[in-house]
């Protein structure tokens, strides 16, 4: 029989979902794109609560979302977890999690941030243009 998962005070599994675990969840599967009902699978959580998972990571930039039929969604990740003999719970004046790959400490999204790179990179490259005819 398996080990009993610790539960809340009113008896519901206290869950040990963090985003690495999500993220090797997809790392362990054979598929390049999961459902949330497959990552609640796998990480032995319901659907509803792997999928909440994967909407806070998507605004965070860390997995992505395509609508595939009329009720089907599936997600797969834009990052790698940590090492798993990384640090779980970093000390408060350590960096987060997503300092450690690469993404700044920002409350835009991904796309938010490319676009505004993009639009960077326009007004730059509008810029050299003028000056070069000039």
């Known amino acids: 029989m398996s080990e009993e998962r610790p539960r809340t005070d ?7 979902v963090t985003e690495d675990t999500v993220l090797r969840a997809f790392e ?8 949330a009902k497959e990552v609640g699978e796998a990480l032995d959580v319901t659907g509803v609560a792997a999928g909440n998972h994967l909407k806070e990571m998507r605004e965070r930039g860390y997995v992505e979302r395509k609508q595939a039929g009329a009720r089907a969604v599936v997600w797969w990740p834009k990052v790698k977890p ?3 003999n990384a640090a779980v719970e970093p000390e408060e004046d350590v960096p987060h999690v997503r300092d450690f790959r690469g993404a700044l400490d920002s409350e835009s999204t991904a796309a938010e941030l490319l676009e505004e790179s993009r639009e960077r990179d326009s007004e730059r490259d509008s810029r050299l243009k003028d ?4």
């Open 131 to 134: 000056s070069a005819e000039g």
């Open 10 to 16: 009113d008896g519901r599994f206290q869950a040990e």
């Open 82 to 84: 940590l090492p798993e």
């Open 28 to 35: 362990e599967s054979e598929s390049p794109v999961l459902t």
